[in-house]
């Protein structure tokens, strides 16, 4: 009885274009959804420039403004290196890392860079002998690195 109903559909031409035309339809959402091109991660990352001296530059200025203090040399060290965080495109459940141009001169959105924590900081200053003044730059070096007062050493120069 189904297969009579079947073939006196199908026997129909109109029935059978509609039937084609579904089937054709249904192939090419296939195929499209198939193809689709995926969001690449990242491809490369963009040079970054600094957007303030280095930390020991900074330093080396700030303090040889302190009264007594002259030739100053700092070196500072890190417990890491800067971490980059990549902006991402959030859509429902999937996130994809932005990224702008195309091909080879695609470049990483950076979202924000953390700033590694200071390790330790040496300064070698003339006037460093005077206690008031080796105490004025360890207050210094402690104020702009956040770095604990055993971490920091200060020298006199020669």
């Not at 995926?38 to 957007?51: F, G, I, R, Y």
Request: hydrophobic share 40%; net charge positive; aromatic share 4%.
């Amino acid at each position: 009885m189904k297969s009579d109903k079947l073939q006196n559909f199908l026997s129909k031409k109109r029935n059978i274009s509609l039937l084609y035309i579904i089937v054709s339809i249904c192939i090419l959402l296939l195929a499209f959804w198939g193809c689709a091109p995926e969001k690449k991660e990242t491809v490369t990352s963009a040079p970054t420039v600094p957007l303030s001296p280095p930390l020991s530059e900074t330093l080396e200025t700030i303090l040889s403004g302190i009264r007594g203090v002259d030739g100053v040399r700092v070196a500072v060290t890190y417990e890491s290196g800067t971490e980059t965080v990549p902006a991402r495109d959030i859509n429902g459940d999937s996130q994809t890392v932005v990224t702008l141009g195309s091909g080879n001169s695609e470049t990483l959105v950076t979202a924000k860079e953390i700033m590694p924590r200071v390790r330790g900081v040496v300064v070698v200053a003339g006037g460093a002998e005077n206690a008031g003044v080796r105490s004025n730059i360890l207050s210094a070096v402690q104020a702009l690195t956040g770095a604990a007062p055993h971490s920091i050493a200060v020298f006199p120069a020669k």
